[in-house]
């Protein structure tokens, strides 16, 4: 059974400093998705990662890829309030992560 | 158009009966995913088409669940003799080849909650 674990389920983090969410997954796949979803709402696409050592920024986030040790990080630079959000990661679009609720702390 | 649209938004359906769910994805738009996400989770995946054709269904949690596209737009979820554990929220989203990679598109979700 595919499995796909993030690290930490729950973040808080005072504005300003940067953390790193993990994501692992159990099987041999070279797409990895991020996804932000906010609070009653739905999902939203924030990077895909196609193959092995993939590097993604947009803003204050940036994800990366290891396929060899199936692992993807979401490092989060400067954090702002507006990021509180909970954060997933996917395998191939079908097998999501638990989620990481991220709160900033003004 | 704009983005995906899912209709009904909100569905209180009592136990035992059948409810169907829509799903508009952007028009142009290949890949059409299924998720039912429960309070608190991650969604799971349910069910996936490319155009027409049904190419996992892997998801669908029993029998009581379907899923069809039969034009390649428009697709529709149904739910047979609801149960409470089918109470979710109930994602589509539509995806294409796009820029190099797959981005997926979500729409707002439907509720359903059964009594």
């Known amino acids: 059974e595919l499995k796909v674990e993030q690290n930490p389920l729950f973040l808080s983090m005072q504005e300003g400093k940067n953390y790193t969410i993990y994501c692992n997954y159990s099987?041999?796949?070279?797409?990895l998705y991020w996804y932000r979803q906010d609070p009653g709402k739905s999902l939203e696409s924030l990077f895909v990662?196609?193959?092995?050592?993939a590097v993604k920024q947009e803003g204050r986030l940036m994800a990366s890829l290891d396929t060899k040790a199936r692992l993807s990080t979401l490092h989060i630079t400067a954090a702002v309030h507006d990021l509180s959000a909970t954060y997933f990661c996917?395998?191939?679009?079908?097998?999501f992560g638990t989620g990481t609720s991220l709160t900033v702390i003004p | 158009g704009a983005g995906v649209s899912q209709s009904p938004r909100y569905k209180v359906a009592k136990r035992g009966q059948d409810v169907a769910l829509r799903c508009d994805p952007i028009?142009?738009?290949?890949?059409l995913f299924w998720y039912q996400q429960a309070l608190g989770q991650g969604p799971e995946f349910l069910t996936y088409?490319?155009?027409?054709?049904?190419?996992?269904k892997s998801g669908l949690p029993s029998d009581r669940f379907f899923a069809e596209r039969p034009e390649g737009s428009v697709s529709t979820l149904k739910i047979q003799r609801t149960q409470q554990e089918d109470s979710a929220v109930y994602l589509c989203?539509?995806?294409?080849?796009?820029?190099?990679?797959?981005?997926?598109?979500f729409g707002p979700g439907t509720r359903l909650t059964v009594t």
């Open positions: 028009s142009g738009h290949v890949s």
């Open positions: 996917a395998v191939d679009q079908f097998y």
């Open positions: 088409f490319q155009n027409e054709a049904q190419l996992d």
């Open positions: 990662l196609l193959s092995n050592g």
């Open positions: 099987t041999t796949s070279d797409r």
């Open positions: 989203a539509s995806s294409s080849w796009t820029s190099g990679s797959y981005e997926q598109y």
